[in-house]
């Protein structure tokens, strides 16, 4: 069973960067999707940025430039940089886990998505 270990995350001012680390665990191979979601209250779940198995990456609009995912086969841990950060990126971020997604165009589905992380909170303060 796949699990996901998330770390990072905290406060910043707008303007500052932060990394969230996603270790995954009980997959043996190493093509698959893992991507980030965010989700703020009253908002629903929206996919943020991810990389395919075939290594290739999407991010959504508001977020491209400022953010990249990245990983670390080895260490079968991914990365999100964010940079930039501004007020609306206030959420709680999970990370999500698929070997159905090889190349990404876009964020997948939640259907698709077979693991998640637990979740933490980025906050930005103006």
């Known amino acids: 069973q796949v699990q996901l270990v998330e770390s990072g995350g905290g406060s910043v001012q707008a303007g500052g960067s932060l990394r969230l680390s996603c270790a995954v665990s009980g997959y043996r191979y190493s093509s698959y999707f893992i991507g980030w979601f965010r989700q703020s209250p009253g908002k629903e779940r929206e996919g943020v940025a991810g990389i395919g198995g075939d290594d290739s990456t999407f991010a959504i609009p508001s977020v491209k430039g400022r953010f990249s995912v990245s990983r670390d086969n080895a260490k079968k841990t991914a990365y999100l940089q964010m940079n930039n950060l501004q007020p609306e990126d206030t959420a709680v971020y999970f990370c999500?886990?698929?070997?159905?997604?090889?190349?990404?165009?876009?964020?997948?589905?939640?259907?698709?998505?077979?693991?998640w992380g637990q979740g933490t909170q980025v906050t930005v303060s103006s």
């Open positions: 999500a886990f698929s070997s159905r997604v090889l190349n990404i165009m876009n964020m997948p589905s939640s259907g698709l998505i077979e693991a």
